[in-house]
């Protein structure tokens, strides 16, 4: 059976970003629909805010209490959005809502405003570590990854796609591979869907995973950044094992994020020379860089600068509380994001994948949790953001 | 895999419209996130607006 034939084409050509959100709206989409989906997202974002709050203090004292006072908010955003997303889907609304489930600009915006909690000094002093971690974690992945891949027989313009999902940042670095090989719709459905189906689970498994090694903030957070492939997840695990690893856990991914331009140049100089032999094509250039840069890091670092100055011009007791403000509005659109990824969550495009691709991108997942969690604790031990 | 990758051997790249999406979302929520901390700091969202 085709793509087109399980229904997944007309939704799959930009299948998603790297936060799993759908790029490619469905056709029939309207603005009122449009306008709708969003007051579904909003509403179930309410209704979490509400349960974050309302829960912990309803079972104080119960035999549910101290479960109920570490469920941190991304959990009730991620399971309601998934509860929308079955009743949703068993109604026929979802695909016409769809188009308000805007998890990428979600996400995005929340990530400007989390810059603005982090002083710029940590950002400077996490980016070399960072840096290098990015650097050595993506160059020993991708490579594994299409290594694995050409073993399991699977198409060049596949590998391509799933080693860069797999070893950068996910959906939006299989879309930037996409656009460089030149891949087909139906192999960026399966890329995207596979990032999801396995950055969903890793949301809930790295944060326990890192109190069961005794992890520090630090190296659970640059654990999380590294490995998680879509950044809203990223966001939601590092959240979930408190704010020095969101913190950490946002500028590891951030900085593979900046990463994601120069890999995708890379592989559209590799496909057009090496691997179909053209000589007639364009050179990448700088231009190619700039496009494919995630603009969004540049909001992240200004928000940092900005906050940063301005604390040194008010009193420390001021300026937290105004600070406190803007991560409650953070936290708004990250709970955005959340609902947005269990309300998109599709399993339709996995099953099309087969069990080839599913095995080399566990394989790959695997070596990336060993070598990151490794990588994390060499260069972020002694690590602190306070 | 093999009947689908037969199926679109031809299929035309798609990328370019999302990415244009990605890189335009990209702008709006960078925009929208230093206008937002722009106010705070501004005492035009004030503590407790919030919920």
Redesign the interface.
């Known amino acids: 059976?085709?793509?087109?034939e399980a229904g997944l084409a007309p939704r799959t050509?930009?299948a998603a970003?790297d936060t799993g959100a759908p790029?490619?709206r469905p056709a029939g989409a309207t603005w009122p629909w449009t306008l709708a989906g969003l007051v579904v997202v909003l509403a179930l974002a309410a209704v979490t805010?509400l349960l974050d709050t309302g829960i912990p203090d309803l079972l104080e004292g119960t035999a549910l209490g101290d479960l109920a006072a570490v469920i941190e908010y991304p959990v009730y955003a991620i399971a309601l959005g998934l509860l929308g997303n079955a009743v949703l889907t068993v109604t026929g609304l979802r695909e016409r809502l769809a188009g308000g489930f805007?998890t990428?600009?979600f996400i995005?915006?929340?990530?400007?405003?989390l810059?603005?909690s982090i002083n710029l000094g940590v950002i400077i002093t996490a980016a070399g570590p960072a840096l290098v971690q990015a650097i050595v974690l993506i160059s020993a992945v991708f490579l594994f990854t299409w290594w694995l891949g050409g073993k399991f027989g699977l198409?060049d313009k596949l590998r391509a796609l799933l080693s860069a999902a797999v070893s950068i940042c996910g959906v939006?670095a299989a879309?930037?591979a996409?656009?460089a090989v030149?891949?087909?719709?139906?192999q960026?459905a399966y890329s995207a869907s596979m990032v999801i189906a396995f950055a969903l689970p890793s949301i809930f498994i790295l944060p326990w995973l890192a109190t069961v090694f005794g992890l520090s903030p630090e190296v659970a957070g640059a654990w999380v950044g590294g490995n998680i492939d879509t950044t809203a997840a990223v966001t939601a695990a590092g959240a979930i094992v408190g704010e020095e690893a969101l913190q950490v856990a946002t500028i590891v991914k951030v900085t593979q994020n900046a990463l994601m331009g120069v890999v995708a140049v890379a592989l559209t100089a590799y496909f057009v020379l090496r691997i179909e032999r053209r000589t007639d094509a364009p050179r990448p250039g700088v231009g190619d860089l700039w496009?494919?840069f995630?603009?969004?890091v540049?909001?992240f670092i200004?928000?940092s600068v900005?906050?940063t100055w301005?604390l040194t011009t008010v009193p420390a007791a001021e300026g937290k509380?105004?600070i406190?403000?803007?991560n409650?509005?953070r936290t708004?659109f990250l709970i955005l994001a959340f609902v947005s990824i269990g309300l998109e969550f599709r399993v339709a495009s996995l099953k099309?994948?087969?069990w080839?691709?599913v095995g080399v991108f566990a394989a790959a997942t695997a070596v990336n949790l060993i070598l990151g969690l490794g990588l994390a604790v060499l260069l972020f031990s002694g690590f602190s953001v306070t | 895999?093999s009947?689908?990758?037969a199926?679109?051997?031809e299929?035309p790249?798609?990328?370019?419209?999302?990415?244009r999406?990605?890189?335009d979302?990209?702008?709006?929520?960078?925009?929208?996130?230093?206008v937002?901390?722009?106010l705070?700091?501004a005492?035009v969202?004030?503590?407790g607006?919030?919920?």
């Not at chain 1, 030149?182 to 139906?186: D, F, G, L, Y």
């Not at chain 2, 790249?13 to 990415?19: I, L």
């Not at chain 2, 979302?25 to 230093?34: C, F, K, N, P, Q």
């Open positions: 059976m085709s793509a087109e050509p930009q970003d790029a490619d805010r805007r990428e600009f995005k915006t929340g990530l400007v405003l810059g603005a198409d939006s879309i930037a996409a656009g030149q891949a087909r719709r139906e960026l496009r494919r995630p603009k969004f540049l909001g200004t928000a900005i906050a301005w509380a105004t406190g403000v803007a409650d509005l708004w099309e994948a087969g080839r691709p | 895999m009947k689908t990758e199926d679109h051997r299929e790249p798609a990328p370019a419209t999302g990415r999406r990605s890189i979302e990209d702008w709006a929520a960078t925009i929208l996130g230093l937002l901390l722009v705070v700091i005492g969202i004030p503590t607006l919030v919920p």
